[in-house]
């Protein structure tokens, strides 16, 4: 008989060691909250094509991304190896790429982080244009970049170097290097 009392027994002195260890407990439990997102992501994209056109229908713009992401908090957009295409009526378009880059919803500015490549074609009795920087931003609608880094411009054989850089690509098109300017022309 005494067998058929050990399990009532044993819970018995389960639910007082229960009650001693709830007494011990403090009344008040710490919650901790958990970390808030750096960003908070509205939507992502992977192989990101975004197409601008001009008032008359014509593409004046183009930006590819491996991956880009959009945050609401901020209202940018995050893009991994962006490549910006400039189209140009009557000349080669430029295209601009960069390890990484960041623009606003409105499109207005882009910001290139890291290292950026400015390449345009030979145009028609003109030469190929090869620009190395980094951090750059680009004004797409203005027709104009700019960076306070240093800047290398290969045209042909010519070679010309400075800190700081503003480029109007526009045309014509003009490029000013703002200081420790240096050149290498090679005469034929």
Do not use: C
């Not at 009392?5 to 439990?29: D, Q």
């Amino acid at each position: 008989m005494l067998q058929n009392y050990k399990g009532f027994v044993a819970l018995v002195i389960l639910a007082v060691f229960s009650m001693w260890m709830l007494k011990r407990m403090p009344e008040v439990i710490e919650v901790k909250q958990l970390a808030k997102a750096e960003h908070d992501v509205d939507y992502f994209s992977v192989g990101y094509t975004k197409l601008q056109m001009d008032e008359f229908g014509v593409p004046s713009n183009k930006l590819i991304a491996d991956y880009a992401v959009h945050y609401r908090d901020t209202s940018e957009v995050k893009l991994i190896n962006p490549v910006n295409i400039i189209f140009k009526m009557l000349a080669p378009p430029w295209v601009v790429s960069s390890e990484e880059g960041v623009f606003a919803d409105s499109g207005e500015t882009l910001f290139l982080k890291g290292h950026v490549d400015i390449k345009r074609k030979a145009a028609e009795g003109g030469q190929q244009i090869d620009i190395q920087t980094r951090n750059l931003m680009v004004e797409p609608k203005k027709q104009f970049a700019e960076t306070v880094e240093w800047a290398e411009m290969v045209m042909g054989q010519d070679t010309i170097s400075g800190i700081g850089m503003k480029l109007f690509y526009e045309s014509p098109m003009r490029i000013e290097l703002l200081s420790k300017v240096r050149g290498l022309y090679v005469y034929k």
